[in-house]
């Protein structure tokens, strides 16, 4: 029997511990930070970030001078050596200028140096830059996005959770109205039909309950799920809205701001100097290619040395090339048409751009102005049904109130909570849809 029950007990250890470790509090900061820190997508965007820079560092060492090693084993085929008839003796034997070496051994390093290539790699410089700086834009705007997105689940949730307290409050208001009812009833003051639209009253407030109940679950899904954390993770928030009168100035500065600090604008405007040095880039085909080349060669035989000898040698030559394409059918100036229609394609699109954030900077500055409006106007509404609740009960349960008024009371009451609510998430959500639409 100890036994059994020592057993039962670590069980139910066991399980405390498990629920404990699948339950946390979070403030909005706090789930802001594992979001950030758990988003499989904004790590996506680090490593673009990363590649772009290395292919920086690729750009920077096209002007560099360059070092390539060759070396190669040839066998050749058996000829006879190279000689002549002995003038002073034809009787002798032939004398033998370069014999017929079969083994050629050759060792060759390379230096390149490229003096002018009509700046198509300082082009090429520019643009790699140019767009590893518009990716650190890109990794902004996917850093601000998953912000508002977490803040977005966070405050999804709060807003739940405070739906469903308003709806247990009216479960527990009109149970308490059917309790009422029923004495009523049993007292002649109140017919059968006025108690049954009472319960019909409770058994609609049952459903939005398990509404609301649900509503909860769906809303922790979902902010887990942005958070990247298990979907089972059962989250107690730490914070609660707070309304604060931020003032962000006239729309007209608010638009200065979004073009200056908006991730996507700034993104946008690298892309076009990028797409400008690659129009230099285009047009570098008109230019000569000149190089200075140096070659250390380690042969043997070595051709330059005469007669051949079975023997490694070394020689070196040191040369300036120049390349120039006289004719290539026009090949780079339609390459100098691709790059001005890419530069004006991106042109258009910051043009574009740059109308979308103005309209959304607009709407998020109305958003907000209206939704402080609403936060004023609701919570008068919650006094207000408050209050005609508090009156309404009271004389109902003096009998000189009609029951469908109290019915009118708790449906009213019901709805301004809720108003009063959504109002103010609605507001914390335009201000965080109106900074991110500004740039912070």
Do not use: C
């Amino acid at each position: 029997m100890k036994y059994t029950t020592i057993t039962g007990l670590m069980i139910v250890l066991l399980a405390l511990t498990a629920h404990a470790q699948n339950t946390m509090s979070l403030t909005i900061d706090q789930a802001v930070q594992i979001g950030l820190e758990n988003s499989k997508a904004l790590r996506t965007s680090r490593w673009k970030v990363q590649a772009a820079e290395a292919k920086v560092g690729e750009t920077d060492a096209l002007g560099l001078p360059s070092l390539k090693f060759q070396g190669a084993y040839t066998r050749l085929s058996e000829v006879p050596p190279s000689s002549f008839p002995n003038p002073f003796n034809p009787v002798l034997p032939p004398i033998e200028i370069s014999p017929s070496i079969v083994n050629n051994y050759s060792l060759k390093a390379t230096v390149l140096q490229p003096i002018f290539t009509g700046f198509k790699i300082s082009s090429a410089e520019d643009i790699a830059e140019y767009n590893a700086e518009a990716q650190k834009e890109d990794f902004k705007k996917d850093k601000s996005d998953l912000i508002y997105n977490v803040k977005n689940a966070y405050w999804n949730l709060y807003k739940a959770i405070a739906w469903e307290k308003v709806v247990d409050e009216n479960v527990a208001q009109i149970q308490a109205h059917v309790t009422d009812a029923e004495n009523f009833l049993k007292q002649g003051m109140l017919t059968n039909n006025d108690v049954l639209k009472v319960q019909v009253q409770l058994s609609d407030a049952h459903v939005r309950q398990i509404d609301a109940k649900n509503n909860v679950q769906l809303a922790t899904i979902m902010l887990n799920n942005t958070l990247g954390l298990p979907l089972s993770t059962q989250i107690t928030l730490a914070s609660s809205i707070q309304p604060v009168d931020r003032r962000f100035g006239a729309v007209d500065s608010l638009l200065r701001k979004a073009f200056q600090d908006r991730p996507e604008i700034v993104g946008m405007n690298f892309r076009i100097k990028a797409g400008e040095a690659g129009v230099t880039a285009a047009r570098s085909g008109w230019w000569p290619q000149i190089a200075l080349v140096g070659n250390y060669n380690y042969l043997r035989p070595n051709q330059r040395i005469f007669p051949a000898q079975d023997k490694f040698k070394d020689t070196w030559d040191v040369s300036v090339a120049v390349s120039f394409d006289i004719w290539n059918w026009n090949t780079t100036g339609h390459q100098t048409t691709q790059a001005q229609a890419q530069l004006a394609q991106a042109e258009e699109t910051l043009s574009m751009l740059k109308d979308g954030v103005s309209l959304e900077v607009t709407q998020n500055y109305l958003n907000v102005q209206q939704s402080k409006e609403r936060i004023a106007v609701s919570e008068q509404g919650v006094a207000h049904a408050e209050e005609n609740y508090r009156i309404t009960n009271e004389k109902y349960k003096k009998g000189v109130a009609l029951n469908s008024d109290l019915l009118d009371a708790e449906v009213a009451l019901l709805q301004a909570k809720l108003i009063n609510t959504q109002s103010l998430v609605d507001y914390e959500l335009a201000m965080a849809r109106l900074a991110k639409a500004i740039g912070e």
